[in-house]
């Protein structure tokens, strides 16, 4: 292989550490031998404190973040079960899908993109129901709006149903206290805010999820994603049932160790410093977020396009000239929007100070007079504060 370096500031993945990349180097252990499965446990234990709960079944499922999507919905969703679904964006309507192809009645309320979810709307498809399940994306990487989760998740559970959160994008870059919260089922991916590469997706399930689980007429659908099947091996039995990705799960165990050791408060801070960092350097540049201040997310920032500016060919001049991945506009947003992701091992002072120098050379190019120098000048100071 000959591959170039690129600082991957899209909306995933992110920079992987090297102590992540090295450790998936070491040699190969067997899935069931005692040293690995003392790491796996370490890895469940380390999950809980990041997410900050005690459920016992918390687990990677091995598969990328839409696997953990699916297996919330296929272990939780029976045939007939109303299932409602809050959609702002691109990963909220594949949440519906996948309620649907599980069986589900599912009821999408939509609002467009850029929105948080109307919380009025929300109340009143659950309590047209009676409803089983309610689904929505905590930061929505399509957009970039961070979903507030206390109110939301408080009529969820007034209702009688069970919440399924998409964590994907703000785990380990936003605060998620899933016990504290209330949070039924959760999932997540690991190369967004944790910056491990793609490949896993960590889910926790609480004591209400697991009784609807376990009181299933018919099995679960996927039987390779069957939570009961898979509690048996991460749990005590250690029953075969797939080979786990172990090299995979060595990056993850890093990971995770890196995450701790900086702290969840440093790295939820570190997040927002840059993200507003960013932000300041970017109006400096005459450039606009696409998501109002206080709704969007710090680890990702969709940007209008102005006016008379080619779209990919700014995204073409940063990869080429500049070795930086940008994200393009997905959606209703495809074609209008840039996606900058400041994410995880991403999020520092010197990505913001490339990319905007590239952004700032592209839009020079495109005919705007922009000058970098100030726009990291306003972003440098933003950080200093
Ligand atoms: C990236 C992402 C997903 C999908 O994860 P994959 O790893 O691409 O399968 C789901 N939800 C959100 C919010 C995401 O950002």
Redesign the pocket.
Known sequence: MNLPEILLLG??PSPVPPEVLSAQAAPLLGHLDPAFLSLMEGIQADLRTALATANPLTLPISG????G?EACLVNLVEHGDRVVIGVNGV?GKRMAEIGRRAGGEVVEVEVPFGRPLDLEEMQHAIDDGPTRIVGF?H???STGVLQPLDDLLGRIKEAGALSVV?C??SFCGAPIQLDALGIDCLYS?T??CLSVP?GLAPVSFGPRAMAKVAERASPCPSWYLDLSLLGSYWGSERVYHHTAPIAALYGLATGLGLVLAEGLEARWQRHTKIGNAFWQGLTALGLEPAVEAGLRTPMLTSIRVPDGVDELNVRKRLRDVYQIEIGGGLGEWKGRVWRVGLMGHGARMSSVVRVLSALADALNVEGKSVSASEAIAEAERAFGD
């Open positions: 909306p995933g990328t973040g839409s696997a999507m990963f994306v930061a929505e990487t998409d994907v994008t991916g190369q967004k793609p």
